[in-house]
């Protein structure tokens, strides 16, 4: 397995318990429920698509 595989693993698991995260908040009737939701479930996905536009920019600069 290559470095940049390993990130892209990374990066769909952070975007999918993110996504786990903001699903599991929707059912969830709490004032809370909001603060999870954007805060973690949203930072979750932020970062994933982070790593992952990271690691597509990072190998562009490595062919080059």
Same mark, same amino acid.
């Given at each position: 397995?290559?470095?940049?595989?390993?990130?892209?693993?990374?990066?769909?698991?952070?975007?999918?318990?993110?996504?786990?995260?903001?699903?599991?908040?929707?059912?969830?009737?709490?004032?809370?429920?909001?603060?999870?939701?954007?805060?973690?479930? &949203?930072?979750? *996905? *932020?970062?994933?698509? *982070?790593?992952?536009?990271?690691?597509? *920019?990072? &190998?562009?600069?490595?062919?080059?």
């Amino acid at each position: 397995m290559t470095k940049d595989s390993q990130r892209i693993r990374i990066a769909s698991a952070l975007v999918f318990v993110g996504l786990g995260v903001e699903g599991f908040t929707l059912r969830w009737s709490h004032p809370t429920a909001f603060f999870v939701f954007a805060g973690i479930g &949203g930072l979750l *996905l *932020l970062l994933g698509v *982070l790593v992952f536009l990271s690691t597509l *920019l990072g &190998g562009a600069n490595r062919l080059s």
